[in-house]
């Protein structure tokens, strides 16, 4: 699936790969110079072609103190609004926090929680949670609730809590992995 | 001889790993229906020190490699470790050594 | 592939430091060509001699040894941030190799994966 020139003004910025591979290898590797964030005006064709890439996405910081699940959201978006895709999201460190289903945001603020809910059942997103980094803050699913006999199940059934190879597999599968750092 | 009873969470791991002595590992073990022999005894000892230098309960292949080091080439495999420690030998391993879950077998 | 972490964290930062090592000893297992670049407040998690359980915390060098065990011996360490902290590699507790910016640039543009801390 090609970018048609006409569809240029739908994909405002796009990753533009000028290998003939889209994964970089162990020969030519792709340096940042052969990548180039290009906007082009309608109708403009491109020198080079696109293909579909995928994405996968370290979610590292904390929710509320930290922009980077919001960004993390953001770039989701647009790299599904660019025609890539996303193979996989993994919440690491304090960016598991968002797999808390009691979190209550106050009206005039985003619910983050509900967006990324929205936006990865509309494109059929995995969602992952580390669960040793889950564990240590206190977002439990079932199975980890009655394992360690605690009060409450509190993950949102959306998220699936994983093992940190989960994370590994999803950089090794994917075309391109983005962290959010905290 | 006092009784003393020790914490385990539901899958039998320690819940304070200061609760570990050897009396405890026979009795981890014997839970899993291992009785421990000379064998068991030297890689529990040998994880043990792997976690006192490493604070990692380690994984499959470094436990391979420690156990080549220390122990020999014809024990450094996963068929000798999982007859002693049958199904998943590195969990098992830290289960009875009183180690701390291996953070990938979460 | 070629894995590249990028450690800019300080060791005792809460648990980052820690569970960002977890992930490369997991990067370790799955058999991936890992190497370690640390940078930034990341060159603080080298020193010798650290003593993680006052603070409550499992020791960063030591977790950072068990890196040759799992294959992981490519280190490297920033020059810059080694020298803003005054430091020099005989504080540290592990071999590394030192990298100007160039020689980072060079190692980035090497990998399929960075990761960050």
Partial sequence: MIASPGGVAEWPKALVLKTSEGRPSESSNLSPSAISMQSSPPGVSYDCYRRIMMFCLNVHGDPASSQSVHSALQFAKATVASGHEIYRVFFYHDGVRIADCNQVPPQDESNLLQQWIEFAEEHSLELTVCIAAALKRGVLNEDERARYERVAANVYPAFSVVGLGQQIEAAISCDRTITFPG | ?106 | MRFLYLLRRPPYSGSLAAEAIDSILVAGVFDQRVSVLFKDDGVLQLLKDQQGQLLGHRSVNKMLAALPEYEIEELFVCARSLAERALSLDQLSLPVQVLDEVGQQTLIAAQNVVMND
């Fill in chain 2, 1 to 106: 001889m006092t009784r003393v009873t020790i914490q385990l969470d539901k899958d039998g791991f320690l819940v304070h790993l200061t609760d570990w002595n050897e009396v405890t590992a026979a009795e981890l073990a014997a839970a899993q229906n291992i009785e421990l022999t000379e064998a068991h005894w030297e890689l529990i000892h040998l994880v043990r020190r792997f976690y006192s230098q490493f604070e990692v309960s380690p994984a499959m292949r470094p436990l391979v490699k420690q156990v080549r080091e220390q122990l020999g080439e014809d024990k450094a495999n996963s068929i000798y470790l999982m007859q002693l420690f049958p199904g998943s030998p590195a969990k098992l391993l830290a289960k009875i050594a009183g180690l701390p879950r291996p953070t990938n077998c979460l």
